[in-house]
């Protein structure tokens, strides 16, 4: 599994914080993010790093914003991502399970690293079930293409 992750100027250090779970477990990634000190504009950063998603090249993508609300926004407006801003654990698992989500969008001024860690690796680490869900998901598809 390799992962794409990249924040605008309000995530440096949550994004650092997610680096050091992704090299604790061995997860492979590619870090688009900026550095503290550095600027950009969130809908930037969230097309490049979906970019990474949509070509195959990564297979999720973690975005990292003041609120994750602005790159959730973004993110969903890009054809084949279904990205979910999430804050506590639940959603972050039913994300995957029911949404097949493929990016997770949180927020450094709304999470502490600890959680945030956690909200990544049940992300992670939950299956699509498909079944029902594939057909809904199939929808959110068809919406996409109108
Ligand atoms: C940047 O200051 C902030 O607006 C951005 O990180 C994000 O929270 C937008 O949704």
Same mark, same amino acid.
């Given at each position: !599994?390799? $992962?794409?992750? *990249?924040?605008?100027?309000?995530?440096?250090?949550? #994004?650092?914080? &997610?680096?050091?779970?992704?090299?604790?477990? *061995?997860?492979?990634? =590619? /870090?688009?993010?900026?550095?503290? *000190?550095? #600027?950009? /504009? @969130?809908?930037? #950063?969230?097309?490049?790093?979906?970019? #990474? =998603?949509?070509?195959? +090249?990564?297979?999720?993508?973690?975005? =990292?914003?003041?609120? *994750?609300?602005? !790159?959730? !926004?973004?993110?969903?407006? $890009?054809?084949? $991502?279904?990205?979910?801003?999430?804050?506590? @654990?639940?959603?972050?698992?039913?994300?995957?399970?029911? %949404?097949?989500? %493929?990016?997770?969008?949180?927020?450094?001024? =709304?999470?502490?690293?600890?959680?945030?860690? +956690?909200?990544?690796?049940?992300? &992670?680490?939950?299956?699509?079930?498909?079944?029902?869900?594939?057909?809904?998901?199939?929808?959110?598809?068809?919406?996409?293409?109108?």
């Amino acid at each position: !599994m390799k $992962i794409a992750i *990249g924040n605008d100027h309000a995530g440096p250090q949550l #994004k650092q914080e &997610l680096i050091g779970y992704f090299q604790e477990k *061995g997860i492979e990634y =590619v /870090d688009l993010g900026v550095a503290e *000190g550095e #600027k950009c /504009d @969130y809908p930037d #950063k969230a097309a490049q790093v979906c970019e #990474k =998603v949509t070509s195959g +090249e990564c297979d999720m993508a973690v975005l =990292v914003c003041g609120t *994750g609300i602005g !790159m959730s !926004m973004c993110a969903n407006k $890009i054809k084949g $991502i279904r990205a979910a801003c999430c804050s506590d @654990y639940f959603s972050a698992k039913f994300t995957r399970a029911h %949404n097949d989500a %493929n990016v997770l969008c949180l927020g450094a001024r =709304v999470l502490g690293a600890g959680l945030a860690a +956690e909200l990544v690796d049940v992300f &992670l680490n939950t299956p699509f079930e498909g079944g029902r869900h594939q057909r809904r998901v199939d929808k959110i598809t068809e919406l996409e293409n109108r």
